[in-house]
T-cell receptor
Framework: AQSVTQLDSHVSVSEGTPVLLRCNYS??????LFWYVQHPNKGLQLLLK??????LVKGINGFEAEFKKSETSFHLTKPSAHMSDAAEYFC????????????FGQGTRLTINP | KAGVTQTPRYLIKTRGQQVTLSCSPI?????VSWYQQTPGQGLQFLFE???????NKGNFPGRFSGRQFSNSRSEMNVSTLELGDSALYLC?????????????FGPGTRLTVL
């Protein structure tokens, strides 16, 4: 069975400083991994995805994540936070093959201080 | 290209009633998945349909059901509503039939059960 643990329920950073949102996963098979973002009263938007190509994945809005199989981690980073980054972030795992079924982490709420 | 649309956006029902939610996927997408989002349980997978067939189902009681039509539009039904069914119900669609594909989410239907 697959599972995802987001290590921080809430992260607060100042505008212009780096962002780190931590995610560990568990999967019996070669996983696909995603980060989604949810702004208030909005649907989920894909930030980036890992599907077995390069381990360093670049996404939209300056975000990137590194897949580390030995550590079963897929942390999300951004060099410089912007006020518009304030949102809820979800780390997600899916089986590479077979039916679509996303397993979500509990989410990390990112707050940006001016 | 239009995104995933869900109707209605908001619903208020009373306990014991039933409800039907609708989802129109992105044109050309054949896979439609449903998720429930609550503050306590987070985002949980309900079921996934591909070419009118349910391929995968989450751990929800039989009161939750769904179907997909030949045009890929999908509906989910919840019978005998309970207070705990109050949630944001999200629909997602994707192009391919395999796992690990990016899913595009709609804005959700917020269901309130009184």
């Amino acid at each position: 069975a697959q599972s995802v643990t987001q290590l921080d329920s809430h992260v607060s950073v100042s505008e212009g400083t780096p962002v780190l949102l931590r995610c560990n996963y568990s999967s019996s098979y070669s996983p696909s991994l995603f980060w989604y973002v949810q702004h208030p009263n909005k649907g989920l938007q894909l930030l980036l995805k890992y599907t077995s190509a390069a381990t360093l994945v670049k996404g939209i809005n300056g975000f990137e994540a590194e897949f580390k199989k030995s550590e079963t981690s897929f942390h999300l980073t951004k060099p410089s936070a912007h006020m518009s980054d304030a949102a809820e972030y979800f780390c997600v795992v899916s089986e590479r093959w077979g039916a679509q079924k996303l397993v979500f982490g509990q989410g990390t709420r990112l707050t940006i201080n001016p | 290209k239009a995104g995933v649309t869900q109707t209605p956006r908001y619903l208020i029902k009373t306990r014991g009633q039933q409800v039907t939610l609708s989802c129109s996927p992105i044109s050309g997408h054949r896979s439609v998945s449903w998720y429930q989002q609550t503050p306590g349980q987070g985002l949980q997978f309900l079921f996934e349909y591909f070419s009118e067939t349910q391929r995968n189902k989450g751990n929800f009681p039989g009161r939750f059901s769904g179907r997909q039509f030949s045009n890929s539009r999908s509906e989910m039904n919840v019978s005998t509503l309970e207070l705990g069914d109050s949630a944001l119900y999200l629909c997602a669609s994707s192009t391919l039939s395999g796992g690990g594909d990016e899913q595009f989410f709609g804005p959700g239907t917020r269901l309130t059960v009184l």
